[in-house]
């Protein structure tokens, strides 16, 4: 190809006529070749900078900017590609390059920290013993009808209070274990009847001896006392009951009047001659003794055996008159009026207990572990009681946790533990008891041992508590704590001197900072130990914080 003067170009220029396409031109340009038109006249010659070749090395460039750049910045690249790789060395080679340390002791500083040893185990949070209360209801002779004190969700109920309101009557809260099972009143005895009085000595009552089994007009007087305390009228005496009391009084007075009379005929029957008839009966003695001595001083024989028949008699009637009477027949009546008598007086004291107060089977309900709280009400003001009527459980929250027997050896009633509360808050609890659980079979079995442990919530709010009921919880107990901040080291830092003593291995550097290889420099320093926790231990002895101990090799 030949440029536009006639010269032979050098492959980039063409000649441009009129008649070439479109598509050449586009061809040419996206090369990023320089077109010119053709022309008809020859270019001047002399000047050197107007040679043909010179012209197509400048138009080469000029129009091939774009790709002399990319060319130059290829060729800085793999410039600095060769320089870096004399300058940039692996880790692998760098391992391979490097010499061996010389070897020394490793070792740690002494720190000043404060130790805790403590035990975490998981817990329930709940209410305990949760029971359902049943109403006994049997001798209300009707439907036993909820009239008022319905409690609400979460309220309390202890010793003394009223639970519920049946048929106007109250339901009396008594600490005890027995349920009730009869109504209890004067002249009863029983396991029950001692339960009664025990729990009315527990809430201040005086129900008499405690010891007796007998319900009697001590434990009335103290079962009015727990009425008015709880602010009802005593339960009505049963129908008939004065009736009967009148009717008993008035055979007790009929009872005391034959005995009356009957003691009155003993007296007489077995009273004897008056005064006046002893008298007379001597007298009759006396005047016979004198006629006798008359008819002896006579001499008249027959006189004489008249007058000793005369004194004989008068003896014998006096005599006759002042012997004890038989008066048996007297004193049977007697004794039968009295046995009436004794009679009538029981009729009456049974009678009069009637109206001592007394304490209806249906309105005491007997809780352990008082006080309760009430978790759920099944009945409703007018409704009818006929089965449970609420759900209560132990008014104080308690966690109940399990822990292996390494971890419960350690843990004793008292303890302080922390409870991590689901609401984000910590709150403190103490151990209550900690106990063996019963030996399992299977998985329980192969695992060990299990405790019980159950701990108190102390002083929780009521925010806690509902957070706190029905969660499983962390509980973290504290088996041992310095303090405040002590010098502790590793555990590993211990070593054992000959006599038994600890020690550790210390630096002596001045500047603190470890030597290394064989220019390390050590002193032995004897301590005593403290609380180990958290892999550190106390220790006390001729050490610094940041001392430097050593640890291994």
Do not use: H
Not at 408 to 423: H, M, N
Not at 521 to 528: A, D, I, P, Q, S
């Amino acid at each position: 190809m030949t440029d536009r003067d006639g010269v032979a170009g050098d492959g980039f220029d063409a000649i441009i006529d009129p008649e070439t396409s479109r598509a050449e031109l586009l061809t040419e340009a996206e090369y990023g070749l320089e077109i010119e038109p053709a022309s008809a006249e020859p270019a001047p010659t002399e000047d050197p900078a107007a040679d043909p070749a010179v012209q197509g090395w400048r138009r080469v460039l000029r129009g091939n900017r774009v790709l002399w750049v990319l060319a130059a910045v290829a060729v800085v690249s793999l410039a600095a590609g060769v320089g870096l790789s004399f300058v940039i060395v692996s880790p692998g080679q760098a391992a391979a390059d490097a010499a061996a340390p010389d070897a020394g002791p490793i070792t740690v500083p002494v720190e000043s920290r404060t130790l805790s040893n403590d035990v975490t185990i998981r817990g329930d949070a709940a209410f305990a013993d949760s029971v359902e209360v049943k109403l006994e209801t049997g001798e209300l002779g009707g439907p036993a009808v909820v009239t008022g004190r319905v409690p609400e969700v979460g309220a309390t109920l202890g010793p003394a209070s009223v639970a519920l309101e049946v048929t106007g009557r109250p339901v009396i809260v008594l600490p005890g274990e027995l349920p009730a099972y009869r109504t209890l009143r004067a002249g009863l005895s029983g396991p029950d009847v001692i339960q009664l009085k025990q729990s009315l000595r527990a809430i201040g009552l005086d129900p008499g001896d405690v010891a007796s089994n007998v319900f009697d007009s001590a434990t009335a007087d103290a079962v009015a006392a727990l009425y008015e305390r709880v602010g009802y009228p005593l339960p009505e005496a049963p129908e008939g009951t004065d009736d009967a009391v009148r009717a008993a009084r008035d055979g007790v007075t009929a009872a005391e009047d034959q005995v009356s009379s009957a003691e009155r005929a003993l007296a007489e029957a077995g009273g004897g001659p008056s005064a006046v008839e002893r008298v007379q009966l001597d007298n009759a003695v006396r005047s016979a003794e004198r006629a006798l001595a008359a008819a002896k001083a006579s001499g008249d024989a027959n006189a004489v055996a008249e007058a000793e028949d005369a004194l004989k008699l008068a003896r014998v009637e006096r005599d006759a008159a002042l012997a004890p009477r038989d008066t048996a027949a007297e004193r049977a009546a007697l004794e039968s009026a009295r046995a009436q008598l004794g009679d009538a007086q029981e009729l009456l004291a049974e009678a009069e207990t009637g109206t001592l107060a007394f304490l209806p089977v249906s309105e005491v309900l007997y809780l352990d572990e008082l006080p309760r709280r009430v978790d759920e009400v099944m009945v409703e003001r007018g409704s009818i009681v006929e089965s449970a009527a609420m759900l209560v459980s132990g008014a104080t929250l308690a966690i109940e946790a399990s822990a292996a027997e390494s971890d419960a050896e350690l843990l004793k009633v008292g303890d302080v533990a922390t409870l991590a509360v689901p609401d984000g808050s910590e709150l403190q609890a103490t151990i209550t008891s900690v106990a063996p659980r019963e030996a399992a079979g299977g998985d329980a079995a192969e695992s060990g041992p299990r405790y019980d442990v159950v701990l108190a919530p102390v002083k929780p709010t009521d925010a806690q508590v509902q957070a706190l009921r029905g969660q499983n919880v962390r509980v973290k107990i504290s088996i041992g704590a310095t303090d405040g901040e002590v010098l502790a080291v590793p555990l590993a830092a211990l070593t054992a001197g000959p006599g038994g003593e600890s020690r550790v291995e210390v630096l002596v550097d001045g500047d603190g900072a470890p030597s290394s290889g064989a220019d390390a420099e050590t002193r032995l320093v004897e301590v005593e130990t403290g609380l180990a926790a958290e892999g550190f231990v106390e220790v006390v002895g001729d050490l610094e914080e940041g001392d430097l101990v050593v640890v291994g090799e």
